[in-house]
């Protein structure tokens, strides 16, 4: 099997590469931007405070420089987890606190700068694919979902292959033949969702504990937010004929994804052999949520 970089997922051939560094520069702004908010909204206060008890300037001081050195702390953290490529201490609560709370804080600030939607979007889902593969998580074959877009299915194909991708014929006009047989030789559950309703519907339903998806940048962003804190390796949809019409996406990446995070049964129990007594021979799991 052809290697991959997997610092390169998340790259179409049709569309720009994901850049770690816009999402890196946004967060920098933002510390700048917040540090100079927080002297702010000192200063002010000062001025007045000052007035009312000699302390108390110094006090609102003490607590805004506290919370600064929070965000900073934190900031600092993410920055080390990108970099390295390797869980700190919190990297799952760092991926919530990314998802949830820096990416609609850096599209702002994103577009305050001018850049597109789908530029900071390809950086969010490259940072997340970072910080999904520093958790080192592996799922057993049942508990890992493969989800495509309506989109990959060919045009010209009258097959109903939502719902249930084992009706495709397998006449290689698309990729679902190699995605659907790809899950068949894993043994990976595989869903083509026609939108984000069904991809949650399916989530929910499927109660997957990994995800690799395939999607365009907006459904991918919008797929990674809804399904936290299950852990969603995205990658980006190559679109030759434009936006949702006859996609395609790069086997070798699905393909490399699968097995960064399939749990081999054979290789741990070679590795874990003699060391049975001392750590049950299962990985740990963390257990995906319900919705
Ligand atoms: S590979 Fe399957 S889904 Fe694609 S066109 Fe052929 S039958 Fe339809």
């Known amino acids: ?26 967060l920098l702004v933002t510390c700048v931007v917040m540090v100079g908010l927080s002297f702010f ?14 302390s108390l300037p110094w006090v609102l001081a ?24 390797k ?13 949830r709370i820096l990416f609609p804080l850096l599209v702002g600030v994103g577009r305050c700068f001018g ?38 299915q060919n045009h010209e194909c009258g097959i109903r292959i939502t ?9 290689g006009k698309c990729k679902i033949k190699d995605l659907s047989e790809l ?39 919008s797929g990674i937010q809804d399904s936290y804190p299950i852990p969603v390796f995205g990658i980006l949809n190559h679109r030759p004929f434009g936006p949702c019409f006859d996609t395609d996406v790069d086997l070798t990446m699905v393909e490399t994804a699968l097995a960064s995070f399939l749990y081999d049964e054979a290789d741990h129990s070679e590795r874990s052999g003699p060391r049975d007594s001392h750590d049950g021979g299962a990985p740990k799991r963390v257990s995906g949520p319900t919705s």
Request: glycine share 8%; with cysteine; net charge positive.
């Open 87 to 99: 869980n700190l201490f919190f990297n799952r609560k760092i991926r919530g606190v990314v998802i």
């Open 1 to 26: 099997m052809k290697v991959v970089d997997l610092k390169s997922f998340g790259r179409t051939e049709d569309s720009e590469p994901p850049r770690k560094r816009t999402f890196i520069l946004l």
């Open 163 to 171: 719902g249930d991708v084992a009706k495709c014929k397998g006449c």
């Open 183 to 221: 899950s068949r030789r894993h043994g990976v559950s595989i869903s083509v969702a026609t939108g984000g309703t069904l991809a949650r519907r399916i989530v929910i339903e499927k109660k997957p504990d990994m995800i690799i998806a395939v999607a365009c940048e907006r459904d991918l962003t």
């Open 41 to 54: 909204l000192w200063w002010v206060p000062y001025v007045g405070l000052a007035n009312i008890h000699a």
């Open 115 to 152: 850049l597109s939607k789908d530029e900071i979007r390809r950086s969010f889902v490259a940072i997340n694919n970072r910080l999904v593969f520093a958790e080192s998580k592996k799922v057993r074959p049942e508990r890992l979902l493969i989800l495509l877009p309506h989109c990959l």
């Open 62 to 85: 003490f607590l805004l420089g506290f919370g600064v050195l929070f965000c900073l702390g934190g900031a600092l953290t993410l920055l080390m987890t990108i970099v390295r490529g």
